[in-house]
Nanobody
């Protein structure tokens, strides 16, 4: 059974930075795909960043160059470093993991999900 727990959300001013962490159990980054999704009020959940089992990183166009995803050497901790935050980055951020997802940054039934951590960016 895969379990995920996020931490590190908070409130920052535009231009600030946050680092989200994801503690996993039953999952290994070296064997699967670790991703971060977000959902803002009134909007659909969207994929933000993914690191696949080969270490290849994929980013949503809106965050490329500002966000960075990684896993630690144990394969059980994931991170999302978010720099130059904008008010439009405000959302509930979810850590997600899958061994068999079909497409990068597209949620499907193969993902396991954390409960989410809130990120609020004020202008």
């Amino acid at each position: 059974q895969v379990q995920l727990e996020e931490s590190g959300g908070g409130s920052v001013q535009a231009g600030g930075s946050l680092r989200l962490s994801c503690v996993t159990s039953g999952f290994d980054c070296g064997s699967g795909h670790l991703a971060w999704f977000r959902q803002a009020p009134g909007k659909e959940r969207e994929g933000v960043a993914e690191i696949n089992r080969y270490g290849y990183e994929t980013y949503h166009d809106s965050v490329r160059g500002r966000f960075s995803i990684s896993c630690d050497s144990s394969g059980r901790m994931g991170y999302l470093v978010m720099d130059r935050l904008k008010p439009e980055d405000t959302a509930l951020y979810y850590c997600a993991a899958s061994y068999t997802r079909r497409y990068s940054l597209i949620a499907d039934e193969t993902y396991y999900w954390g409960q989410g951590t809130q990120v609020t960016v004020s202008s």
